[in-house]
T-cell receptor
Framework: AQTIHQWPVAEIKAVGSPLSLGCTIK??????LYWYWQATGGTLQQLFY??????VESVVQLNLSASRPKDDQFILSTEKLLLSHSGFYLC?????????????FGSGTRLLVI | GEQVEQRPPHLSVPEGDSAVIICTYT??????FYWYKQEPGAGLQLLMS?????DRKEEQGLTVLLNKKDKQLSLNLTAAHPGDSAVYFC???????????FGLGTRVSVFP
């Protein structure tokens, strides 16, 4: 069975500090991977997607970057956090090459920037 | 790109009653639609996915209707119970971003 794991579960970080959030998918090779951001009480905004190792496409610029160093790993990061980065970050995967794939989400990382 | 509007933003439902959430989308070429449930502090739970050639789909007390002419998608919760209290999101496949475009969500509260 496929599993998706996000870490950390929650973070409290200072403005200007760096950030690294991780996502790992097990049990599925070559998945499409996605990062979404959800402001408190808001909807989900897609940030990045990746269809293969080493390739990441940006959807929305929020002074964040993403990388896919391994087939099963997706990293979201920034060197300097802003207050506006606070929120809930969700990683998701879908089957590569198939439009009719379900999109499965991880449990998310809650970030508070102070 | 695709835009999705969702209504109502809030819904209070007596236990045992039905509730309907409606989404409208803009891209007539959208092929897939999704409904997710989010409980407090949790990630998204997929409730149902619907291909655009389907007008109606029922699963476990949920009914999804797709009206392609009006570009409208609806979720009907029948016989609501307290465990249905959550935020519900509709989403449409965004071919441009290879991901999903979400509605703003509907907070459903089921009371005894």
């Amino acid at each position: 069975a496929q599993t998706i794991h996000q870490w950390p579960v929650a973070e409290i970080k200072a403005v200007g500090s760096p950030l690294s959030l991780g996502c790992t998918i097990k049990g599925k090779s070559s998945p499409n991977l996605y990062w979404y951001w959800q402001a408190t009480g808001g909807t989900l905004q897609q940030l990045f997607y990746s269809i293969t190792v080493g390739q990441v496409e940006s959807v929305v610029q929020l002074n964040l970057s993403a990388s896919r160093p391994k087939d099963d790993q997706f990293i979201l990061s920034t060197e300097k956090l802003l207050l506006s980065h606070s929120g809930f970050y969700l990683c998701a995967w879908s089957l590569g090459g198939q439009e009719n794939s379900d999109y499965t989400f991880g449990s998310g990382t809650r970030l508070l920037v102070i | 790109g695709e835009q999705v509007e969702q209504r109502p933003p809030h819904l209070s439902v007596p236990e045992g009653d039905s509730a309907v959430i409606i989404c409208t989308y803009t891209d007539s070429a959208t092929a897939y639609f999704y409904w997710y449930k989010q409980e407090p502090g949790a990630g998204l739970q997929l409730l149902m996915s619907v291909f655009s050639n389907v007008d109606r789909k029922e699963e476990q007390g949920l009914t999804v209707l797709l009206n392609k002419k009006d570009k409208q998608l609806s979720l009907n919760l029948t016989a609501a119970h307290p465990g249905d209290s959550a935020v519900y999101f509709c989403a449409a496949l965004n071919n441009y971003a290879q991901g999903l475009t979400f509605g703003l969500g509907t907070r459903v509260s089921v009371f005894p």
